[in-house]
């Protein structure tokens, strides 16, 4: 289903006026476009569209969303407390991890407010250090808003980062995706996400390797007071370090 998004369509047309050749978007501003009459094939079949012209603005195709996403099988919704769009799958009320307080940070963790050589817990970006430059966390070529990476070994071989939340029960769920940071895909090392529920284990990565897709991690909250997220690796070169990631980390009531 995702490869039918990517190949229908390049750009998205949500909640514009469209008059003539104008299109007089929500910030007010105006940009001339050029349309044409297309047609929509979805695996073979042709669509119609009700809901909108599609048309064409500096080298990009732009279709209506809700066009887009019913003509693939994805329900659309809008949010408009929260201004967010959902197409297909919507998920409860969330909070990413890397948004909330945390109750406490051990080892690397400790490091994520300091500079230079001395930090190596970032949060939702990379900063410049002795050895990084700023920039997104990235997993095997994709990039993600959200999440944590932890530099581990560049001083020590047992380095871990512990983080711990007080959920006090109120949460359902907890996904996102653990792997190797783009920045060290070169590593020998293999790196390990754990994750723990009132001191019970709940989740344990495969061994993560630099260039692998990031794995999927989806672990069942129901009841947990105290979350607890370790971050480690199994060093192959004394010299070896490697960062492992856990991004679009989301927290679900």
Do not use: C
Request: charged content about 25%.
């Amino acid at each position: 289903m995702k490869d039918k998004f990517k190949g229908l369509f390049a750009g998205l047309l949500v909640g514009t006026m469209i008059t003539g050749g104008t299109i007089y978007a929500a910030n007010t501003k105006s940009i001339q476009v050029t349309f044409d009459n297309l047609k929509f094939m979805v695996d073979g079949v042709q669509k119609k569209s009700s809901s909108g012209q599609p048309f064409f603005y500096q080298g990009t195709t732009y279709v209506p969303l809700r066009f887009a996403a019913e003509a693939t099988g994805k329900d659309i919704q809008y949010d408009s407390k929260n201004k967010t769009i959902s197409i297909g799958k919507k998920v409860g009320s969330f909070k990413y991890l890397s948004e909330m307080d945390y109750a406490r940070a051990e080892g690397i963790a400790t490091k994520m407010d300091t500079s230079g050589f001395y930090q190596q817990f970032f949060i939702n970006q990379w900063n410049e250090t002795w050895n990084n430059k700023k920039g997104p966390l990235r997993i095997a070529g994709k990039e993600y808003l959200h999440g944590f990476a932890a530099d581990l070994g560049r001083v020590y071989s047992d380095e871990t980062a512990t983080l711990y939340y007080n959920l006090d029960g109120k949460y359902s769920k907890l996904t996102g995706f653990a792997g190797i940071d783009d920045v060290s895909k070169n590593s020998a090392s293999t790196g390990y996400l754990t994750i723990y529920g009132d001191d019970t284990e709940l989740y344990k990565s495969k061994g993560l390797v630099g260039g692998d897709y990031a794995e999927l991690v989806d672990v069942d909250l129901k009841g947990v007071a105290k979350l607890k997220i370790e971050f480690s690796i199994d060093m192959n070169d004394d010299n070896d370090s490697a960062a492992v990631d856990f991004v679009e980390a989301k927290i679900i009531q």
